[in-house]
């Protein structure tokens, strides 16, 4: 990592957050001077706006018109304790909420907004004012972590390594004890029916059914510890993407149907005739990625960190999710073409290609990149 000295701001813009809208279809971003969309097939700029003064997060309605902002940096346009809900189309702010404590995340959709504090998750029905639905209460939830899906809503529960899901419909929660340790990362399913989660340790990514809560499928990304920056299923639920503080892409093929995971072939498993050996240790059994790859997490400055790698304590920026800038960030445009987005001073936008070779093995490689602020 770059241990260059903190650069001055008037070199360029500093990119503090970094979201992809409910179809990926585009990404914002949030800066110390306002935000911008980008258009993620291309990484091409689609809109800028400066507000004067820091935006932490920016989560986009659809395409443009509403974004929810909460405000961020070194000098925060808008308090960290309210959430802005933007038209774009007037550039105005057309309605607010006010919390007791800094917001560590906002979702948004057609019919919820979700927003995510420390230690609770509020969930409102999007009207002008939104209006209440439920309030749940969580373990340390620093980075925010929070899914909002057409039909659920997943987020850490009350004790470490738990994950609550929320059915939109039926107003009722189910529980999963998903991990030992605190969680790190959390995915839905484009069809509701699948969840994946990742603890602190960063070593194994779980699959859970929905709504049986059953576990299907257990993977192994490494054996040394690590931070999952993030997790994202395809459109058809056949793959599940993995980034990672390693500077690694994995790809997981899924069961389909939400039919457990069948054992590995010894002929193709990493370890080989060793994966069936019982008295060998967990590591060497394991299902391991289909495909990896390297990403750029992109030169940043000493002090970006993750200078903690807990998921219930972490300082850092104000008003953003984790306190550091966005890193590895996934989003599938279609069952082939990946992306993963950074924030920070060297903000990037990678695309990959994931296929299956004519020997059946999934493969990946990269596409392009850019440098999506220059």
Same mark, same amino acid.
């Given at each position: 990592?770059?241990?260059?000295?903190?650069?001055?701001?008037?070199?360029?813009?500093?990119?503090?957050?970094?979201?992809?809208?409910?179809?990926?279809?585009?990404?914002?971003?949030?800066?110390?001077?306002?935000?911008?969309?980008?258009?993620?097939?291309?990484?091409?700029?689609?809109?800028?706006?400066?507000?004067?003064?820091?935006?932490?997060?920016?989560?986009?309605?659809?395409?443009?018109?509403?974004?929810?902002?909460?405000?961020?940096?070194?000098?925060?346009?808008?308090?960290?304790?309210?959430?802005?809900?933007?038209?774009?189309?007037?550039?105005?702010?057309?309605?607010?909420?006010?919390?007791?404590?800094?917001?560590?995340?906002?979702?948004?959709?057609?019919?919820?907004?979700?927003?995510?504090?420390?230690?609770?998750?509020?969930?409102?029905?999007?009207?002008?004012?939104?209006?209440?639905?439920?309030?749940?209460?969580?373990?340390?939830?620093?980075?925010?972590?929070?899914?909002?899906?057409?039909?659920?809503?997943?987020?850490?529960?009350?004790?470490?390594?738990?994950?609550?899901?929320?059915?939109?419909?039926?107003?009722?929660?189910?529980?999963?004890?998903?991990?030992?340790?605190?969680?790190?990362? %959390? *995915?839905? $399913? @484009?069809?509701?029916?699948?969840? #994946?989660?990742? &603890?602190? !340790?960063? +070593?194994?990514?779980?699959?859970?059914?929905?709504?049986?809560?059953?576990?299907?499928?257990?993977?192994?990304?490494?054996?040394?510890?690590?931070?999952?920056?993030? %997790? *994202?299923? $395809? @459109?058809?639920?056949?793959?599940? #993407?993995?980034? &990672?503080? !390693?500077? +690694?892409?994995?790809?997981?093929?899924?069961?389909?149907?939400?039919?457990?995971?069948?054992?590995?072939?010894?002929?193709?498993?990493?370890?080989?005739?060793?994966?069936?050996?019982?008295?060998?240790?967990?590591?060497?059994?394991?299902?391991?990625?289909?495909?990896? +790859?390297?990403?750029?997490?992109?030169?940043?400055?000493?002090?970006?960190?993750?200078?903690?790698?807990?998921?219930?304590?972490?300082?850092?920026?104000?008003?953003?999710?984790?306190?550091?800038?966005?890193?590895?960030?996934?989003?599938?445009?279609?069952?082939?073409?990946?992306?993963?987005?950074?924030?920070?001073?060297?903000?990037?936008?990678?695309?990959?290609?994931?296929?299956?070779?004519?020997?059946?093995?999934?493969?990946?490689?990269?596409?392009?990149?850019?440098?999506?602020?220059?």
């Amino acid at each position: 990592m770059n241990t260059r000295p903190i650069l001055d701001s008037s070199t360029g813009p500093y990119a503090l957050s970094t979201s992809f809208n409910a179809d990926n279809s585009c990404f914002s971003v949030a800066l110390e001077t306002g935000f911008r969309v980008f258009v993620s097939k291309s990484g091409d700029l689609r809109l800028a706006r400066e507000v004067g003064g820091g935006i932490g997060c920016a989560e986009m309605l659809g395409t443009t018109k509403y974004i929810a902002l909460v405000g961020g940096g070194k000098q925060p346009k808008f308090p960290q304790n309210k959430v802005q809900i933007w038209n774009d189309s007037e550039q105005l702010v057309s309605t607010s909420l006010e919390f007791k404590t800094p917001i560590q995340r906002v979702r948004i959709s057609q019919s919820h907004l979700v927003v995510v504090l420390l230690n609770s998750v509020g969930i409102y029905r999007m009207k002008v004012p939104p209006q209440k639905i439920q309030v749940y209460e969580t373990v340390n939830n620093p980075y925010g972590l929070c899914c909002l899906g057409k039909d659920i809503i997943i987020f850490p529960g009350r004790a470490p390594g738990q994950v609550k899901i929320y059915n939109i419909a039926s107003d009722s929660v189910s529980i999963i004890p998903a991990h030992e340790s605190p969680l790190r990362a %959390l *995915a839905i $399913s @484009p069809r509701c029916d699948l969840v #994946a989660s990742a &603890s602190e !340790k960063g +070593t194994i990514v779980r699959l859970w059914a929905y709504p049986s809560c059953t576990k299907i499928a257990e993977f192994r990304r490494g054996v040394d510890p690590a931070v999952i920056f993030s %997790l *994202a299923f $395809s @459109p058809s639920g056949n793959r599940l #993407a993995v980034t &990672s503080d !390693k500077s +690694t892409l994995h790809i997981f093929d899924l069961p389909l149907g939400g039919a457990k995971i069948q054992e590995p072939d010894p002929k193709t498993h990493k370890y080989g005739f060793l994966s069936k050996v019982p008295l060998l240790p967990k590591a060497f059994s394991d299902h391991y990625p289909d495909a990896s +790859t390297k990403f750029e997490i992109g030169d940043e400055p000493l002090g970006w960190g993750p200078a903690t790698k807990s998921a219930t304590f972490n300082a850092g920026i104000p008003g953003v999710p984790g306190g550091r800038p966005t890193k590895g960030l996934l989003g599938w445009l279609d069952d082939n073409n990946l992306l993963v987005v950074g924030a920070g001073q060297d903000a990037r936008w990678e695309k990959f290609i994931v296929t299956t070779s004519e020997g059946g093995k999934t493969v990946i490689f990269k596409e392009g990149w850019r440098k999506y602020l220059e």
